[in-house]
């Protein structure tokens, strides 16, 4: 591909990524001034473009606000520790790099082939909670993107039998934090992309990045499939988590069907907000009699009938053709 015609492309690429991440953050009212986040970085294409875009924003922005990177190093075997400090301090960025061994804990607790999402993220979350508070950070950033959003709706509808996503905002579990998802509005094959323009050093990891045969992995499978399929379909999904209407599914809490009175009065969002949109007009649909077929008639019964028959002994005509 021409050069110029490439870097037209990435100048393209990262517009968009600005957009996005800054419409989330305006929809949802993520970040006020004086706020100091707390940028989770893993090492991932994920969270690299996350500090990256925020850092980007950060620069216009109207409002002063800080960013502190935060690696947690779950010494797992082989894990590169120097990438991130050098990668940061060439970058200027303020960060912290937290060590604690649960790759042992996890491996120790959760039998081999097993999944160790649930009992890594949750040892991981209490140790981001500690640090955000010892740094004195009121706000904590994950690098979730459309596509992590969607995986989590569907995971939950089909086994969890829940209606739950993962919202772009979010008070922490332990009410102290604000967690913020910049990246909601960002398809996945922007990230990828971006961090092939951006050339971060990725670091893979060996507790999630290698389990094949995870569920998660499996509806990602799915959903880029319909992508492939019906382009846009995604971002039709997304918009439906914007936009939901509580009287046309079956939650009890969520709308007062036992309770429910007829009022005699049109309701904007009842059955007919989700029939089918009229047809365009064409030309009007031909009638029997238009094009000269006979109409079907009934035959009289009772006692006239049969003296109506007996009256009238030549044949019935047949219909013509």
Known sequence: ?????????????????????????????????????????????????LLDILLKLRQRAPIDFELIA????????????????????????????????????????????????????????????????????????LGHHRDDILQTLLLNMFFGAKLKGMPAKLVSDNGEFMVLRPLAYVAEPDLVRWAQVRQFPIIPCNLCGSQDNLQRVQVGQMLREWERQHPGRLDNMLKALQSVVPSHLMDRE???????????????????????????????????????????????????????????????AQPAL
């Open 70 to 141: 935060v690696n947690l190093d779950q010494k797992q075997p082989g894990f590169p520790a120097e990438v991130l400090p050098a990668y940061l301090t060439q970058l200027g960025v303020p960060f912290h790099i937290e060590t604690q061994d649960t790759y042992s804990v996890v491996k120790k607790i959760i039998p081999e082939g097993k999944t160790t999402c649930s009992l890594c993220s949750r040892l991981r979350r209490g140790i981001l909670y500690r640090v955000a508070r010892e740094l004195g950070c009121n706000k904590i950033a």
């Open 254 to 316: 969520l709308f007062p069907f036992e309770t429910l009175q007829t009022t005699g009065q049109p309701v904007g969002d009842g059955d007919t907000v989700f029939d089918a949109p009229d047809p365009p007009a064409g030309p009007a649909t031909p009638t029997l009699q238009s094009v000269a077929l006979p109409l079907p008639t009934r035959a009289p019964t009772g006692p006239r009938a049969s003296s109506s028959a007996s009256s009238n002994s030549q044949p019935a």
């Open 1 to 49: 591909m021409n050069p110029d015609k490439i870097e037209r492309e990435n100048h393209k690429l990262e517009k968009r990524l600005c957009r996005l991440v800054g419409q989330a953050i305006a929809d949802y009212a993520m970040i006020e001034a004086g706020d100091r986040i707390m940028v989770c970085l893993s090492g991932g294409k994920d969270s690299y473009t």
